[in-house]
Nanobody, 116 residues
Framework: VQVVESGGGLVQSGGSLRLSCAAS????????MGWYRQAPGKQRELVAT?????????ADSVKGRFSISRDNAKNTVNLYLQMSSLKPEDTAVYYC?????????WGQGTQVTVSS
């Protein structure tokens, strides 16, 4: 399974940004997909998860501001994170993760910087 993120960048406080993740593989079936983030000097934390049945879960710090979604194509699942009302404390490297069977796959990460 290959996982590739895109869409990070620099945005002002209060702004919006959309992250994308493409997960692909010839026999790829996922259990859940999620977005994590890691700020400098901090542990990686879960931001949002979407399960194969469509149920979603969010960290308290992003509820009401972030929205996770996905769409399917042949051998590829696209995952999105729409981020609104961004705050400086949202600054971090954002990672896409894919749980497939007993394995967990990660993308390379994309930097999101929110200026005050």
């Amino acid at each position: 399974v290959q996982v590739v993120e895109s869409g990070g960048g620099l945005v002002q406080s209060g702004g919006s940004l959309r992250l994308s993740c493409a997960a692909s593989g010839s026999t790829f079936v996922f259990n859940s997909m999620g977005w994590y983030r890691q700020a400098p000097g901090k542990q990686r934390e879960l931001v949002a998860t979407i399960f194969s049945g469509g149920r979603t879960n969010y960290a308290d710090s992003v509820k009401g501001r972030f929205s996770i979604s996905r769409d399917n194509a042949k051998n590829t699942v696209n995952l999105y994170l729409q981020m609104s009302s961004l705050k400086p404390e949202d600054t971090a490297v954002y990672y896409c993760s894919v749980a497939s069977g007993a394995s967990l796959y990660w993308g390379q990460g994309t930097q999101v910087t929110v200026s005050s």
